[in-house]
Each structure stands twice: as structure tokens, then as C-alpha cells.
């Protein structure tokens, strides 16, 4: 059972633009949201979180959204930069069993 | 960065052999955990542990064992290969509502 999904397995955007990036989860015992960037052959890092209390959180070019109530996020990147390009994996934590579970990803390119 | 290390980097074995994956860590933080990438299903947990001697099952985790004798080392055993469990195998950590860290990544070639 999938609970956090990621539906888009990849999305190109022009430099410049604003990438979106979606999630769904089905556990509303999720209590914070986590995304991650991946590149090739290497670790995911982290990349910016919300807490379920909050609706939005900006973190310089990065701004990720909540909407609890339909049970979705997105990450907001503007304007995208060619650096960019990776695969952003969103993330879910419920406080009462520590476990962090991931999304499919999201392959974004950005276009020069 | 997180100090982190997984080892080895990278493994080719035989069907039916046992294998062992570790994950190093410096950082001192309570939860580790497990996961394997595999294309068309992202991260998808294994095990995971909140302390030494306490582990619990993640998502994927037949086939699979770990062990955490010490606070830094978090061991992933693979009893008998198959060819189902090429992946790339990623550690973390964590230390509770904090982000987690992730290794390197471990790629497992089981043939």
C-alpha cells in the first residue's frame, strides 16, 4: 500500500520558469513532510520540510505547500535553474513510528 | 555532511550467497534505517532501528535481517541472494523530527 505518491514520474520545465512538483499521501497520521533531491549516483539530500500544523514554508528559491484536507503537497521551485535538474522525492513522517516513507519521485529537468 | 558510510560501495554475488551491507555512522543519532531504490518504486523501506537491539520491519523486508550491536553500525544481511534484491540500497539516520542524512548508496548486483 502506497501511502505517499507521487503520480508524475518526470516533468521538464524551461529554465527560469517555475517547476511544481506533486504529492499525495493517504495517512493522515502523517505529522511532518519531508522532499529530497537525488542526483545521479549519489545519496538523497535534503531539500526542505512542513510541518502538518503549517500550510506553507518558503525557503529561498524552494516554497513547499499543504493542503491537509486534500490530502497533497507540492514543491514550488522558481525561478528553475539547470542545477535543478533531479529526482525530488517527497517524504512522510508520523512522530509515533519514526518512519519515513517516500514517494516514487519525480524526474525534473530543466531546459537551457 | 552527515557522517555517514556505507560499505561497500558496490557488490556483484551469486544467487544464494549471503551477503552483508553496514552502514557507519558518527553522528550519534537514535534511528537508522534501510532502504532500497528500485526504478518505478522509489525508497522503499526495509527495517529500521530506534536503538541498539531495536529494530522493526519497513515495508520490503522479506528476505532480509539487520542487526544493531552498537549505536554507529547498523547491519543489513541478506541470508541468501536473489535476483530480485539488485537494487541500490541506501542507509539513514535521523535523530527524531529532524531531517534524515542519507549515505552514498550501495549497489548490490546479484547474478
Known amino acids: 500500500d502506497q501511502q505517499v505518491k507521487q503520480n508524475s514520474p518526470s516533468l521538464s520545465v524551461q529554465e527560469g520558469r517555475i517547476s511544481i512538483l506533486n504529492c499525495d499521501y493517504t495517512?493522515?497520521?502523517?505529522?511532518?513532510f519531508l522532499w529530497y533531491k537525488k542526483y545521479p549516483a549519489e545519496g538523497p539530500t535534503f531539500l526542505i520540510s512542513i510541518s502538518s500544523i503549517k500550510d506553507k514554508n518558503e525557503d529561498g528559491r524552494f516554497t513547499v505547500f499543504l493542503n491537509k484536507s486534500a490530502k497533497h503537497l507540492s514543491l514550488h521551485i522558481v525561478p528553475s535553474q539547470p542545477g535543478d535538474s533531479a529526482v525530488y522525492f517527497c517524504a512522510a513522517i508520523h512522530f509515533g513510528n519514526e518512519k519515513l516513507t517516500f514517494g516514487t519521485g519525480t524526474r525534473l529537468t530543466i531546459i537551457p | 555532511d552527515a557522517g555517514i558510510t556505507q560499505s561497500p560501495r558496490h557488490k556483484v554475488t551469486e544467487t544464494g550467497t549471503p551477503v552483508t551491507l553496514r552502514c557507519h555512522q558518527t553522528?550519534?543519532?537514535?534511528?537508522m534505517y534501510w532502504y532500497r531504490q528500485d526504478p518505478g518504486h522509489g525508497l522503499r523501506l526495509i527495517h529500521y532501528s530506534y536503538g541498539v537491539k531495536d529494530t522493526d520491519k519497513g515495508e520490503v523486508s522479506d528476505g532480509y535481517s539487520v542487526s544493531r550491536s552498537k549505536t554507529e553500525d547498523f547491519l543489513l544481511t541478506l541470508e541468501s541472494a536473489t535476483s530480485s534484491q539488485t537494487s541500490v540500497y541506501f542507509c539513514a539516520i535521523s535523530e527524531t523530527d529532524t531531517e534524515a542524512f542519507f549515505g552514498q548508496g550501495t549497489r548490490l548486483t546479484v547474478v
Open positions: 495517512n493522515s497520521m502523517f505529522d511532518y
Open positions: 553522528e550519534n543519532h537514535r534511528y
